[in-house]
């Protein structure tokens, strides 16, 4: 018998069971009546209790690794954004202390420049506005060096003050900068006027390496003078206009053993942090040349030939 002649289904003594489109009508059939049972009445309520108790262990610890990394993500975020919000925060502290740093000392600056200015309306003199850039490298003197020179007119022993009194006078000068040596300096003089007196002197400054004092010398001892007298510019040396402040009596020694006192004192001006200065013209400089002496004429010698 050929091979494609057999019949495929199995003999009817083999069939055991219902078919599988009855078990699928019965078991679809269970299925909807126990969804609509378990809505109705939830009778599957016990059951899915007792379920989600007994998976619930399992459920925790397969939790713990995702919970413990979104921890430590959270964390290290966290950290950043403190760290990036603590850096912000520096940075804008940093820029508002130097603003106000800034404020204060433009504050101060500003007030200075309108105290030289006021300064600068009450001297006559010719003057100019100048700026201290440094010191000078010679730690042995008191020395400054300003941003005027020859071009800006700047002439040598021109006064240089700020806006409290005299702070010394211009030594050297060059191109474009000048050299000022101020009052304190060893090898400075400047004659004084007692205001309070009227008595005149001269202030030299303090040879102490470190001081920033003058000494008011070659006074006898017995002289009027007190401590917190006013000693201003007498004029007397061609050079500085007369009444310009230059230093307080500090302290007055009289000395048995010496003609001379001890006197001490305090420069007005602000030799240590001075930053705008108001350079003047010498006195000298505005004082008219003095007439050329004629010379006499020569008596006829005697006996002269005819």
């Known amino acids: 018998m050929p091979l494609g002649t057999l019949d495929a289904k199995p003999p009817p003594f083999f069939r055991q069971g219902p078919s599988a489109l009855s078990r699928l009508v019965l078991f679809s059939a269970m299925a909807l009546f126990l969804m609509v049972a ?4 939830e009778i599957a309520k016990p059951l899915r209790v007792a379920l989600a108790s007994a998976l619930y262990p399992g459920q925790w610890l397969a939790l713990r690794p995702v919970l413990w990394t979104r921890a430590a993500q959270r964390y290290f975020e966290s ?9 912000t925060a520096r940075r804008q502290l940093a820029l508002q202390s130097q603003r106000a740093s800034q404020v204060e000392q433009l504050s101060l600056e500003n007030g200075r420049l309108r105290a030289l200015l006021e300064l600068r309306a009450r001297v006559t003199t010719p003057s100019q506005s100048a700026q201290v850039l440094y010191d000078a490298a010679d730690p042995y003197t008191r020395k400054v060096i300003i941003d005027r020179g020859m071009l ?3 002439v040598p022993s021109s006064p240089v003050l700020d806006e409290a009194g005299i702070l010394g006078q211009v030594t050297r000068v060059y191109a474009s900068v000048s050299e000022v040596t101020l009052v304190t300096d060893r090898d400075q003089a400047i004659p004084v ?6 008595a005149r002197g001269v202030a030299f400054g303090d040879p102490a390496l470190h001081s920033d004092g003058l000494e008011l010398r070659f006074m006898a001892g017995n002289a009027d003078v007190q401590p917190g007298d006013l000693l201003t510019t007498s004029g007397v040396d061609g050079v500085y206009p007369p009444g310009l402040a230059v230093a307080r009596v500090e302290k007055v020694e009289r000395r048995v053993d010496s003609a001379f006192a001890r006197i001490g004192c305090v420069p007005v001006a602000r030799v240590s942090a001075v930053a705008n200065v108001m350079v003047l013209q010498p006195v000298t400089s505005q004082i008219a040349p003095r007439p050329p002496v004629e010379a006499a004429s020569a008596p006829a010698r005697k006996g002269a030939k005819k």
């Not at 950043?80 to 603590?86: D, K, P």
């Not at 006027?193 to 009227?198: E, S, V, Y």
């Open 79 to 87: 950290l950043a954004a403190a760290q990036s919000a603590e850096q």
């Open 38 to 41: 378990d809505l109705r009445l």
């Open 193 to 198: 006027l007692n205001t309070r007196t009227g």
């Open 152 to 154: 800006d007119g700047v």
